[in-house]
């Protein structure tokens, strides 16, 4: 490309600059590549993908359970692939503008230090961030800093060096394909015998030029000065001489080494696939972000460069066919309930079904029943009798209501209780009879229950240890990126057995498996085997309430017999119209082996939340889908009021009340905020965004009325009491399954704030 009116030398020689009018024809032509970048730059400034924990794993890679040196290098190593393939793509596409790129040795290297700008530019955004986000969210020291720093620069340069060593032996310039030079003085010379007719057609090419005007193609570009290396300049060399065809031989040599590079890449890809259950091959999954990157990156610019126009059509039969083959069933991948037996007959999912199991009276009557003596073993072990033993002091219960939230919830839930616990000597979870919720939370009320169970039997457990704050705040997020984009994206071939029963390895048995590697195999266990001790009152009831899609129904998942939590109430007459809102789970499943799904399953069903877990597909006719309780239900109030209102004669008349505690992820408040911008895209968007933005205030305000209301039918106090996360800038801490050490302490530090110190007191005082 030539400017007519450019007859300044210096102005010229800058304005024709290699690197620049490379860039230039990035943003005219090759904006795709450039948008690759952009991405990658919002990722790691925190811009994008903040709520999904992406940063994270760009910016705090984890290797075999640790964060060191040599994460940042496995992570730099595949930026460094990255980078190889933007300049690959980049020459594949362009190198035909720049005829006088054939007649240099090296062509390769010397296109990849002129298109430079760009990777260098990124790369000193990345550290900037690197080093930033390490000195204020893991707090390391410098040393640490410096270290990690370089492991990344080192896996960058490594990668980048052992490319271009291929390169320099694998590409040719036209003095090594066709055995002719020209020296500097501008004399052509030949090397071979072979090369005597080319020498001929050069000369005839001279002598043309001496007559006529130089010859500028349309798709040629000018160039006056490149970089022969990083520090030095030199001036671009005449190519008008040479013949076209021989020039695109060159270039066409030259891109057909690069496929070399997308197989090394692809055998890479499937090899990290096909052994992740080995640890040394469970790479950052920030890694896998620039592998997967990489690959795209080179087909797309492969395809490009073959189809050049039909290019576009090419992608978009390419995407309908994707869509197409993926509703066939070799290509949809279902996520199962592990412990469910898929290959029974499945169950009925009919409304007649349902209605069924709402109007069987025998059931309610069972499980109430059960309920009740669950009740009277909890009463007893909370009564408190007087000294002369004349008296007794009716006990306060608690029911346990756990925000969703990710890792955050988890962590919030299991230490705001752990230390409650503590500081009331244990009292805390002993008058807990039932925990309500959804997502994180209910995980880390899992995880605390349990450690409440083990203390009971074994002494080595010390329930309130920061072992286990620590275990409960451990990574997630890195096994299950790295799963879905090594695994997930592609093909499912991997299997593993529970009994007779198989399943099918995916992100869903990725988190499973990393939550019992972070719990030490604690939870590793059945619904059943939670029943007895549920049954004895040994440990509170947990109802997990899962979103079903088909119909925005709850399923009900309890060890324990539950139908009165979606059935008609005992000796009332309810019309037969109303709609049964809940499945309950160990019935609706008992032919497919309800009591042998495994805990983690139950509790993974209940914190589904889209991208992050996969929807969950349940053995039934149709079949059930399910999601994140938070959908229906962010912190089990309604299921707790429901619980409340079946049992209300019963805990009226054996309690002095009702203790609702709340340990809320964000702050209890409601702000009014402007909407003045009336923008096109805030007028296109606002409608759906402020529902969903808004999803959690509508719950608080119905969960606030049905407390209100149950004033009315509950003889006795109901006392709500609020734990909530309100550690300087709650938005900060990402929901995700992923904790920086400064939002592990910002967590920790919740509890000491004014409201919450007087939450406990409050909770202290109705205890006593």
Known sequence: MTLPFTKNQTFRRLYYFFPLQLFLLHLRNNQLLLLFWVLLVAFVCRWVGVKYGVPYLLLDPEYLGTVNYWSYFILGFSCGGFIMAYHLASYIANSFRFHFLATLSRPFYKYCVNNSFVPMLFIIIYLWQII??????????GKEIFLNSLGFVVGVTLFILTSLSYFFTANKDISHLFGISVDDKGDIKTKTKIA???????????AWREHN????????WTVETYLVNPVKLALARDTDHYDR?????????????GILFVIIALISFFIIGAFREYPVFQVPAGASIFLILTMLLMVASAVQAWLRKWSVTFFVVLILLINFLSGKDFFNHENHAYGLNYTKQKAAFSFQRLEEFKNNKENFDNDFSQTISILDKWRKKNTVVSADKQSNKKPKLIILSCSGGGQRSSAWTFYSMQYIDSLMQGELLKHTQLIVGSSGGMLGSAYLRELMLREQTDSAINIYSNEYYENICRDVLNPIAFTYMVNDMFIRFQKFNDGNKIYTKDRGYAFEKQLHENTGQLMNKRLRDYAPFEKEAIIPMMFLTPTIINDGRLLYISSQPASYMCSKELGKSVSNSALPDGIEFSRFFEQQGADSLWFSSALRMNCTFPYIAPVVTLPSEPAIEIMDAGFRDNYGMSIAIKYLYTFRNWISTNTSGVIIIQTRDTYRKITMENKSNNSLMNIISNPVGNIYANMFNMQDFNHDQLIQYASSWFDGPIDVIDLQLKSHDVSNIS?????????????????????NQQAISKLKELLQ
């Open 213 to 220: 005007q130089k010859r500028i193609e349309p798709d040629e």
């Open 245 to 257: 065809a021989m020039l695109r031989d060159v270039f066409r040599q030259n891109h057909f080494t």
């Open 132 to 141: 930033g986000f390490q000195y204020e969210n893991e707090m390391l020291s």
């Open 196 to 206: 005597k007719p080319i020498l001929i057609m050069l000369k005839k090419n001279m």
């Open 735 to 755: 929901m995700s399954w992923h904790l920086t050490s400064k939002e592990k302490i910002r967590i920790r530090e919740s509890v000491k704030l004014p409201e």
